[in-house]
């Protein structure tokens, strides 16, 4: 009796996940928790339902929460660089929806966040994404550097040549230093030819260097690929 009571129990739970997930992809994000808090009574410590919960939080923006249980499945799973990738980005988009004051108290556990994830794993691109775009856009007097963000950059070239180039596109263009962005987004267009590399090029022509012109020429050749 007691395995049959175990087979439903676990079948039940099962079927809340799959629900869960399904709901999810639906973006039917309230329907979705749900199911997944369901699923949690019965196993509280699970790392997918866990993840799962925080992601969806994250997609309602509600970044308390998600960040509640990235949290929770790095407790769990201590050695997992993309959970603290995705704590860190959670981190980080909800210092940029409260006050300055606040987002300033933020700046060291994020840094923290990615640079463990970076550490982690030696071939995680978004954790190194994420910290180019930390170092360069956090003014100097917080911890803001060029250098560091370069050096990721550095790291990007090594795993991605499209990726180490839109880095550094990035990094130049975020320091108005706009003929040498073109120089790196142009060479990482050529490679990749992805929607991505030809939009970073496309607006740095249209709204940095205000080259309607080169802009066109661009958005004609990429359409007729």
Request: positive net charge; hydrophobic residues 40%.
């Amino acid at each position: 009796m007691m395995y049959i009571l175990l087979f439903f129990s676990s079948l039940f739970f099962q079927s809340d996940v799959d629900k869960g997930k399904a709901l999810f992809q639906a973006k039917k994000y309230d329907e979705a928790i749900i199911c997944l808090k369901k699923a949690l009574i019965a196993d509280s410590n699970n790392l997918e339902i866990n993840e799962l919960l925080a992601d969806v939080y994250g997609h309602q923006m509600k970044w308390d929460q998600s960040i509640f249980y990235y949290r929770k499945i790095i407790e769990l799973s201590p050695k997992t660089a993309n959970f603290y990738y995705k704590y860190g980005a959670a981190m980080g988009l909800k210092a940029k929806a409260v006050s300055k004051f606040k987002a300033l108290g933020m700046i060291d556990d994020i840094k923290l966040a990615f640079e463990t994830a970076a550490k982690l794993d030696h071939s995680h691109i978004d954790t190194r994404w994420a910290l180019v775009m930390f170092y360069v856009e956090l003014p100097g007097i917080f911890g803001g550097s060029e250098k560091k963000a370069l050096a990721y950059a550095k790291e990007l070239m090594a795993l991605s040549k499209v990726d180490g180039l839109m880095a550094k596109g990035h990094i130049e263009e975020c320091f108005e230093r706009y003929e040498k962005a073109e120089k790196n987004y142009k060479s990482a267009h050529d490679i990749g030819q992805s929607k991505t590399t030809f939009k970073k090029l496309y607006n740095l022509y249209l709204n940095k260097l205000k080259d309607k012109i080169k802009a066109q020429e661009l958005y004609n050749t990429y359409y007729k690929k």
